[in-house]
């Protein structure tokens, strides 16, 4: 176990900071000022991070992390910050890691004794879910399906089950081939489109999604979350099934309360039902 306090321990620290996702004014003074004080920033594009500095009178030294080159280039970034550099990474928009690049560099960090510290921004699937409508409470950011339609058949089979909201990335010449796969997958739920999150053409489409996959995809452009209501649909308690489970559980010294929990994800059923079962079980 590793416990590590950022900003106490004299240790190299890399920072992951979060860009805007749009409306550049959300830009944090704290974020200005790390970047202002890095010797080296890593990003996902050059030009889109060097736009953006330039927005804010910055000049740095950059280079380029992404998808294809991030492994060898977060060994190089590494060697770096052991050497003494401050060194940022931002990604195009938005979080670092989250649908984007990062982790690996994070992970490399790590491992090699550096800590790892966020500086916080915009994230547009937050920002889709709270003006979404749809329940907050629970649920579950899945990001972009597979571009293969067999694949993102399979993702879905497996999340159709799922209570708590789910939240999608996509892709405007994708959108259209979304909407009928998560129709046609997940059923006619509750839905919310959110795109061009910040920005002057911000929109939010609210409707079914027998409604929603309707829509002209042309009339669907720029960044693409995609909300879906939870799976409300309660099955049929069967008592054999759930008994077996429970018995399988309690033998594991789970408790009957988290018992109840644990079953009615896994099932899809009322968790006051699997805990009443689960009390004439001695």
Do not use: W
């Amino acid at each position: 176990m590793k416990r590590n306090k950022n900003f106490v321990d004299e240790k190299p620290l890399l920072y992951l900071l979060a860009t805007p996702i749009g409306n550049l004014k959300e830009l944090s003074p704290r974020a200005i000022e790390v970047l202002n004080a890095a010797d080296l920033i890593a990003c996902e594009d050059t030009r889109n991070t060097f736009s953006l500095l330039s927005h804010f009178g910055i000049k740095k030294n950059l280079v380029s992390l992404r998808e294809h080159n991030e492994k060898a280039m977060s060994q190089k970034i590494v060697n770096d910050i052991k050497e003494g550099k401050k060194v940022v990474y931002v990604s195009d928009a938005g979080y670092p890691c989250i649908s984007d690049p990062g982790s690996i560099l994070a992970k490399e960090c790590l491992a090699n004794d550096i800590n790892v510290s966020t500086i916080s921004g915009s994230s547009a699937f937050i920002n889709a879910l709270v003006s979404s409508g749809l329940d907050s409470d629970h649920f579950y950011f899945y990001g972009f399906l597979s571009s293969k339609d067999s694949e993102a058949k399979k993702e879905l089979e497996k999340l159709k089950s799922f209570t708590s909201t789910i939240i999608f990335y996509e892709s405007p010449h994708r959108i259209e081939r979304t909407l009928s796969l998560l129709n046609q997958y997940l059923g006619n739920r509750e839905a919310v489109i959110a795109r061009e999150l910040t920005k002057k053409n911000e929109e939010y489409i609210r409707g079914t999604l027998d409604e929603l996959v309707n829509i002209d995809p042309s009339s669907i452009i720029g960044e693409i979350v995609i909300v879906v209501e939870g799976n409300n649909k309660q099955e049929d308690v069967n008592e054999e099934k759930i008994i077996e489970h429970i018995k399988l559980l309690l033998e594991k010294g789970i408790s009957k309360k988290d018992i109840s929990e644990i079953i009615s994800k896994i099932d899809n059923v009322n968790k006051n039902d699997v805990y009443n079962l689960a009390i004439k079980i001695k």
